[in-house]
């Protein structure tokens, strides 16, 4: 099963948030993740706010070396438009899902402005439960 981390798995992940970090932990030693460079781009600027550009910088290099990148196509973008003039959700978001719709993966998020939508992809919630297969 490929799958693919959106923000807030990341930033979840960061943050030692529980079940989201066993889950991604267990994914990052399986194999290597997609993660669209939007969302990369997501990750960096919230950690920026927070933490500062040396720590943002070193977290976006670790993940550019765990991660399989999915770039940013004119199709990708177009698709991300889809997704968002179709529902209200944050147009990062909408990278993440279109991701995941292109390359028939599994994508892992907490976010309940996605969780709560039929988005065209398989979706699995890393706020409860022990265990993501």
């Known amino acids: 099963m490929t799958v693919c981390l959106d923000s807030w798995a990341v930033l ?55 991660v399989t990148l999915d770039e940013v196509t004119l199709d990708r973008v177009l698709a991300a438009a889809r997704i968002k003039a179709a529902h209200p959700i944050a147009f990062a978001d909408c990278f993440a899902v279109a991701t995941a719709v292109a390359r028939s993966a599994v994508l892992l998020t907490g976010d309940p402005e996605l969780l709560d939508r039929d988005l065209g992809c398989e979706m699995r919630d890393l706020r409860s439960g022990p265990s993501v297969a």
């Open 12 to 66: 979840e992940w960061l943050d030692g948030g529980e079940p989201a970090t066993t889950v991604v932990d267990r994914e990052l030693e399986a194999g290597r993740p997609l993660m669209c460079t939007i969302n990369i781009g997501e990750v960096a600027h919230q950690l920026e706010r927070r933490h500062g550009h040396e720590k943002a910088s070193a977290v976006v290099r670790e993940l550019v070396g765990t």
